[in-house]
């Protein structure tokens, strides 16, 4: 195939089994798992063990499971203190970059991936992936606080997953509420098929990189404004619409110029995301918990929604999973530079998965180009090129 493709589009880079989207229904499946139904009934470390196992675990499987990763949260005082030197004004998506790829300093586990030998009795995958799973929540909390001045909150065995983040985070007594609404956005956010920065997992991984450069890889891909970080540009979005009465011609004025409009469309889904579905009914359900209070930006948002039904709709373009969870995050007073980390920790398990997925079938990558240069031709002396020399 020598066609040249923008983006790879349509492209298939590889074989998996972990996840499937159909865009004309809207559908998005885990291992043939509906994202309704696993939002409604599961948990995130269910999920995420989902994902690297292949079906649901058992009550003993999970359990197992879930203490490995309370048993991991802890990281070695070294990396804490290169926290604490790296600029508090820098963006949280490039100090857990960097601090994942510093694990690599301070945990062994590189050889196993050339050296079977070396890793005779140990289960590596296994044993990477819950200590990589376990620690990035703990990173994101962490710089939370360091960035202000403070040391961080330490971390809890006796809390779940979301439960915990959430103590590390705030200082506090988690709300059991707001761990349940983050619970249900880490599941909505573990995996989305092969996106730019499950690409660059598959790519680092078939280089036999280590796991921590993988992930630091993944990381790095998410941080864009058309990935990960469209979250974030939302809200500034929809503070700039300010009024619901002004979404309809800001949008013809958006249109007119080309312009992006952030959080809307998907290359893959033709209808409304089902992630957006799933974060607008949590977004409705804590304002109940408000008495009903009804966010300024959630009044812009439906008002946008509502007119770029009419205008976009029949393009196939609707909200998708990044429309709604700023605006979610926002409520839980979570600062909007956070938004795109705790995307990251949610992705982990996705990416961990398709690592698992391309070491057992590994080639490395190596695609080919559509050349655009000149021909092979003569060298010119530099007394032949003209310009001041003559």
């Not at 009795?121 to 296994?126: F, K, N, Q, R, T």
């Not at 956005?185 to 997992?201: D, Q």
């Not at 009804?294 to 812009?300: A, D, G, I, T």
């Not at 031709?377 to 032949?384: G, L």
């Amino acid at each position: 195939m020598n066609e040249y493709l923008p983006g790879l589009e349509g492209v298939p880079a590889t074989r998996s089994n972990i996840s499937f989207i159909d865009g004309e229904q809207g559908l998005l499946a885990y291992r043939g798992y509906s994202i309704e139904d696993l939002a409604e009934n599961s948990t995130f470390e269910e999920a995420a063990l989902l994902l690297l196992d292949g079906d649901l675990p058992t009550a003993d499987e999970l359990a197992v499971f879930d203490d490995q990763l309370r048993r991991n949260r802890r990281v070695k005082f070294n990396i804490r203190e290169m926290m604490k030197h790296l600029p508090p004004s820098g963006h949280p998506m490039d100090m857990l970059q960097s601090a994942v790829a510093s694990l690599g300093m301070f945990y062994a586990g590189r050889e196993c991936l050339t050296d079977a030998d070396a890793c005779e009795g140990l289960d590596y995958v296994h044993e990477m992936t819950v200590k990589i799973l376990a620690r990035m929540p703990v990173f994101v909390t962490m710089w939370e606080h360091i960035r202000k001045g403070y040391d961080p909150v330490p971390p809890r065995t006796d809390l779940g997953f979301a439960e915990n983040f959430l103590h590390m985070f705030t200082g506090e007594e988690p709300d059991p509420f707001l761990a349940r609404i983050l619970d249900v956005c880490l599941i909505l956010h573990a995996e989305h098929t092969i996106n730019a920065s499950t690409f660059a997992t598959l790519v680092t991984s078939s280089t036999l990189a280590s796991p921590y450069a993988v992930m630091s890889a993944s990381i790095g891909t998410l941080a864009g404004p058309l990935h990960g970080g469209a979250n974030e540009r939302v809200l500034d979005m929809l503070d700039d619409i300010g009024e619901p009465s002004r979404a309809r011609t800001w949008l013809d004025r958006k249109l007119e110029r080309k312009e992006k409009i952030w959080g809307m469309g998907h290359r893959e889904y033709k209808v409304k995301d089902p992630r957006a579905n799933i974060l607008q009914r949590l977004v409705m359900e804590f304002m109940e918990r408000r008495q009903g209070h009804v966010s300024k930006r959630m009044e812009v948002a439906l008002a946008l929604e509502e007119a770029a039904a009419e205008r976009l709709g029949p393009k196939g373009v609707y909200p998708n999973v990044d429309y709604y969870s700023g605006i979610l995050y926002d409520m839980m007073d979570i600062p909007v530079d956070q938004f795109t980390p705790i995307f990251a920790v949610s992705r982990t398990a996705g990416w961990l998965a398709h690592w698992r997925e391309q070491l057992g079938d590994n080639r490395i990558f190596r695609p080919t180009q559509v050349y655009t240069g000149e021909p092979v031709r003569p060298y010119r002396p530099m007394a032949e090129r003209g310009g001041q020399g003559e």
